[in-house]
């Protein structure tokens, strides 16, 4: 036998294949890196410049020719706070009940087939149904309340699918041991199921909360373009108001000339550091709940 | 001797499927009682009868009588959690809870009301010591269970059934995940823990079931075949099959 034949059989070497989609995914990769490092870039680089305090620490006004927007900061944490008070309860409850007092069967499926569709629905369809649903039939006017319940709806399907998700995936040997114990599905869930399945709720609640502060369509309708500063924090949830997003939109499209050039890009820059803020501090949050 | 449950005409069907067939079986107070037979004849099955534990799979009918105390556990106004209590069950693969070691012990007393501090404490440490696993969790009592060993985790899980002081402690194949050592040592924690309660054992190691019970039946299909003394059923047991199954021809 030859002896190089088994030499070449066992020879370290590079594939050729091998080496050709290393470099075509080592491209694709470096492609997606520099879109979104290029946004990003490009973004503060037109942003940053613009901001300043007057900029952050006052409220848009006609009569003196100002441009800020405190307003709309409050309006945008306000809101996505209220939404989320009003939508982890609901997504939270359905989903322990699918999960855990649901029986298994037609009905479950058809409600899980509906929140399928729902989460497809573009925002705007949302926004629509908002204004005649929460403005226009429950009497809120325009509002943040409105808003925030439009918001709300529009997350539920996050909420309710990854919070069922995570409750699924708890070890079902748990729920058995507990059971045997003699304790009833509340204690389970309180202690065991909820504890567990945080992760995954952390998750679903940044998701929403990148998605409550980037909506802007569905809150034209609803929350409306209202730019004074709000009187009272505490009460302020019926009156309209603009979020970040609302303004970047209203100071793109109809600009009096004092407003400066680079205002929406600002906006932009400010819109990214709060999403950055409110997603630390929900997965402090998050941590802290877990830890009890 | 005094039977503490005791089954009468038990039959049990997953949809069509007769699992059961017509079990009568007196269980003693404070024995080892095994239940033996090849995978798929209803061990599990009858042993999670007894604690109302099937209530919780769907499809599943339960006719004839299990008698505790004097009182069939499924009559209808019975409430299974209030027989879960009285009896406890560890299952094979060992499953602590993601919580401290303390805390697993404490879960169901907690649940059942017992709030003070010093008064869980003595549940801990009473309920770690029978399970002798006191010695080696005393200091890290209030370190995750989950760093335990197998074996150290099923003690606990033992321990954690029986915080709550049941009568009866169900345990299927609660060794079968488990290396040789910390088996025996479950084994003669067993063998300890009859004087107190009373244990009810599936396992499919025979030598197991010979060694620490003392009664032990035979299913087969669904069907009890034979129950008696562990020794004559080892030795000379009435039935063909039986002695087929313990010297080792099928199962
Ligand atoms: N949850 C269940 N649903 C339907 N059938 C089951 C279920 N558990 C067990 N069975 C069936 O009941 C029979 C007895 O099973 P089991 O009691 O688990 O046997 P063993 O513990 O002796 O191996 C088997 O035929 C099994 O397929
Ligand atoms: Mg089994």
């Known amino acids: 036998m030859n002896p190089y034949k088994a030499y070449n059989l066992y020879k370290k070497r590079a594939h050729k294949d091998t080496i050709i989609i290393r470099t075509l995914c080592f491209f694709a990769t470096g492609v997606a890196l520099a879109i979104l490092f290029g946004i990003i870039a490009f973004i503060f680089a037109k942003g940053i410049p613009a901001i300043n305090w007057k900029f952050l620490s006052t ?169 004074e500063m709000p009187k009272n924090l505490l009460t302020m949830y019926d009156k309209s108001g603009a979020t970040l997003t609302v303004q970047l939109y209203q100071s793109f499209t109809e600009k009096p000339h004092w407003v400066p050039e680079d205002a929406p890009f600002a906006i932009a820059a400010v819109l990214m550091i709060v999403v950055l803020f409110l997603n630390i501090s929900t997965y402090f949050v998050g941590k802290k709940l877990k830890r009890k | 001797m005094m039977a503490i449950i005791q089954t009468k005409k038990l039959n049990l069907h997953y949809g069509d499927n007769h699992a059961l067939i017509d079990i009568d079986m007196r269980i003693n107070k404070h ?17 999670r009868t007894l604690n109302r534990m099937n209530d919780i799979i769907r499809d599943v009918k339960i006719g004839g009588e299990v008698v505790f105390d004097g009182v069939n556990i499924y009559d209808t106004d019975i409430d299974p959690m209030s027989i879960r209590k009285k009896i406890g069950m560890v299952f094979q693969k060992p499953n602590p809870f993601p919580m401290s070691v303390y805390d697993n012990v404490a879960y169901a007393p ?30 890290r009592l209030k370190k995750s269970a989950l760093s335990l060993s197998g074996g150290q ?81 080892f030795r000379s047991p009435a039935h063909k099959k039986t002695l087929e199954y313990v010297s080792g021809h099928f199962g």
């Open chain 1, 59 to 227: 409220a848009t006004s006609y009569e003196e020719q100002n441009f800020g927007i405190l307003p709309n900061i409050l309006n945008t944490v306000y809101i996505t706070v209220l939404s989320l008070l009003i939508v982890l309860p609901i997504g939270i409850g359905s989903a322990i009940y699918l999960s855990e007092y649901g029986k298994q069967g037609r009905l479950l499926s058809v409600i899980r087939y509906t929140i399928e569709i729902l989460s497809g629905i573009p925002s705007i369809v949302y926004g629509l149904f908002g204004a005649l649903c929460f403005v226009t039939y429950l009497r809120m006017d325009y509002s943040l309340l409105a808003g925030a319940c439009t918001l709300a709806v529009i997350t539920l399907p996050i909420i309710i699918r990854t919070t069922e998700e995570s409750l699924k995936a708890v070890d079902v040997t748990y729920r058995e041991a507990a059971l045997s114990m003699g304790v009833n599905r509340l204690y389970i869930i309180r202690t065991i199921l909820l504890p567990c399945a945080m992760p995954g709720i952390i998750a679903a609640v940044i998701l929403s909360v990148g998605r409550m502060v980037g909506e802007s369509a569905a809150l034209l309708f609803t929350s409306g373009t209202a730019y």
């Open chain 2, 31 to 47: 024995e080892i009682t095994a239940l033996i037979g090849p995978s798929g004849c209803g061990k599990s099955t009858f042993l």
């Open chain 2, 110 to 139: 907690r649940y059942h009301k017992v709030k003070r501090r010093i008064l869980l404490d003595e549940i801990v440490e009473r309920s770690l010591r029978q399970a002798a696993l006191w010695d080696e969790v005393k200091d």
């Open chain 2, 153 to 233: 985790q099923q003690r606990l899980c033992i321990a954690r059934a029986i915080a709550l002081e049941p009568e009866i402690l169900l345990m299927d194949e609660a060794t079968s995940a488990l290396d040789p050592i910390s088996t025996f040592k479950i084994e003669d924690l067993m063998r300890e823990l009859k004087k107190t309660y009373t244990v009810v054992m599936v396992t499919h190691n025979m030598q197991q079931a010979a060694r620490i019970s003392d009664k032990t039946a035979f299913f087969l299909l669904g069907d009890l075949v034979e129950f008696n003394d562990t020794e004559q059923i």
